[in-house]
């Protein structure tokens, strides 16, 4: 968990002082001034300064690229708004991050930075970044990726006639396709003179991506209203199955550096390039694994059973088992699994992987017919009885995995940001700095201003 948390803050810059390099962290002594009012929240000033010097540091060397500092504060704030927002929604749905979940994530980070705890937080307090900053933006992050998941569960599924035709488009074609957009939102049941106003900002956008007079991704952080936007635009590698029915066919007749648009889509316009062509196919020969049929027994340790308790009670059942008793009547008149014993501590089939690696290291260790040494795991202390062992080609399963995730992860993104910016518009805003000053905003900003000169 830590580690796939750790590549998520890396990916979001409001946060990006959390993550290596730590240097990028240096700030000024945050202000105590209010930049924005988030419904019953805030975002300080403070935050607002220390997001802008991570993007700023972010784009080292291609600081071109940028906008304005009034237009990129504005993209920053935004996004500080949407984490505020999305906090405070997974806290309403009964979402909690406890301290003992929050310690191992940042033990995690800590580690990938090649540091103890206490020497991040030396390295913080040496950038000007206070270490309860530090576990807040933390916290933060793992709430907001918590309400994403249960948002995936309760809104996405992915059938399996989806998952056949993505695999059928596969076939005939294998390549990946490296994007980027732009997107120019708008609102919800948008009136004739906002549908006009967005058509005038993203053909102005078009206009000077056309003449060379700012490249996609710099267009994209000035005046793109996807969440996104900070990061050029970019949407990374995607297969067929992870594009819209929409766009994929307009997709496949692209060029490598070729933009499009504007198109007409559920958010807004949206101005598409495509980056470069990859082949993808690189999966067709079977993939062979290692697979076991096995039995197992757990004696749990909690606070009704201690280590040594459970400890004991394992070395009798083993010593049992060994001295001619029944594994399968044993595991269910004794095994404290719940889901097992019933059926005499029975796993069915699977790789040595499939529930950890300690329990991966005891069944590979044994021979068919063969019950291991008691061993520890978080849950308890375990004997496994290995029955059977063969070899199964998983490359087609793998496949429709894959697919599937990938379709569930386009749908994901799709439903996501539509989410996003119904809460966005939804929310009671009121900004305390920049160019909207006290501007109150119960609703996101849709198109602005056509843009002129990139320079302005």
Same mark, same amino acid.
């Given at each position: 968990m830590t580690k796939s948390l750790s590549v998520l803050l890396a990916s979001l810059l409001v946060v990006a002082s959390t993550v290596s390099p730590l240097a990028s962290a240096q700030q000024t002594q945050p202000l105590d001034r209010i930049a924005a009012i988030v419904d019953e929240d805030v975002v300080l000033q403070s935050e607002l300064d220390r997001a802008m010097h991570n993007v700023k540091a972010q784009y080292a060397g291609r600081e071109n690229q940028l906008p304005p500092d009034n237009v990129l504060q504005r993209q920053v704030l935004e996004r500080l708004i949407l984490v505020k927002l999305q906090v405070g929604r997974a806290e309403g749905s009964g979402i909690r991050v406890g301290d003992e979940e929050l310690n191992r994530a940042i033990a995690g980070i800590a580690q990938q930075n090649g540091t103890s705890v206490d020497g991040l937080r030396q390295k913080l307090a040496a950038d000007g970044m206070s270490y309860d900053d530090f576990r807040n933006s933390v916290r933060d992050e793992i709430t907001v990726q918590r309400l994403r998941q249960s948002f995936a569960q309760s809104r996405v599924s992915v059938s399996e006639g989806e998952v056949d035709t993505a695999?059928?488009?596969?076939?005939?074609?294998?390549?990946?396709?490296?994007?980027?957009?732009?997107?120019?939102?708008?609102?919800d049941g948008a009136t004739a003179e906002q549908i006009a106003t967005g058509q005038q900002k993203v053909d102005g956008v078009k206009n000077l991506?056309?003449? %060379?007079?700012? =490249? +996609?991704? $710099?267009? /994209?952080?000035?005046?793109s209203d996807s969440p996104n936007a900070l990061e050029g635009g970019d949407l990374g590698w995607r297969s067929l199955d992870e594009i819209p029915n929409a766009f994929a066919q307009l997709?496949?007749?692209?060029?490598?550096?070729?933009?499009?648009?504007?198109?007409?889509?559920?958010?807004?316009?949206?101005?598409?390039?495509?980056?470069?062509?990859?082949?993808?196919?690189a999966g067709g020969e079977q993939k062979m694994v290692t697979e076991y049929h096995a039995r197992h027994i757990l004696i749990r340790v909690n606070e009704n059973?201690?280590?040594?308790?459970?400890?004991?009670?394992?070395?009798?059942?083993?010593?049992?088992?060994? %001295?001619?008793? =029944? +594994?399968? $009547?044993? /595991?269910?008149?004794s095994s404290e699994d719940a889901n097992s014993r019933g059926q005499g501590g029975d796993l069915g089939w699977f790789p040595a992987d499939a529930f950890g690696p300690d329990f991966g290291r005891q069944v590979e260790g044994i021979d068919d017919g063969g019950v291991s040494e008691p061993f520890r795991t978080e849950a308890g202390w375990h004997i496994i009885q290995r029955v059977a062992t063969r070899q199964t080609d998983v490359s087609s399963e793998n496949q429709r995995a894959q697919v599937r995730e990938t379709i569930g992860r386009r749908k994901l993104e799709e439903e996501y940001n539509r989410f996003l910016q119904e809460m966005r518009g939804e929310a009671y805003v009121s900004f305390r700095t920049g160019d909207r000053t006290d501007e109150n905003a119960t609703a996101a900003p849709a198109a602005a201003e056509a843009p002129k000169d990139p320079q302005n």
């Open positions: 695999l059928a488009q596969q076939s005939s074609s294998g390549a990946q396709y490296h994007l980027a957009h732009i997107l120019i939102g708008l609102p991506i056309d003449k %060379g007079e700012l =490249d +996609f991704s $710099a267009a /994209a952080v000035r005046y997709i496949r007749d692209m060029q490598p550096g070729q933009v499009v648009g504007p198109l007409r889509g559920p958010s807004g316009f949206q101005l598409l390039k495509l980056v470069e062509i990859r082949d993808g196919s059973q201690s280590d040594a308790a459970a400890k004991a009670k394992i070395d009798t059942l083993r010593a049992r088992i060994v %001295g001619g008793a =029944d +594994f399968q $009547a044993t /595991a269910k008149e």
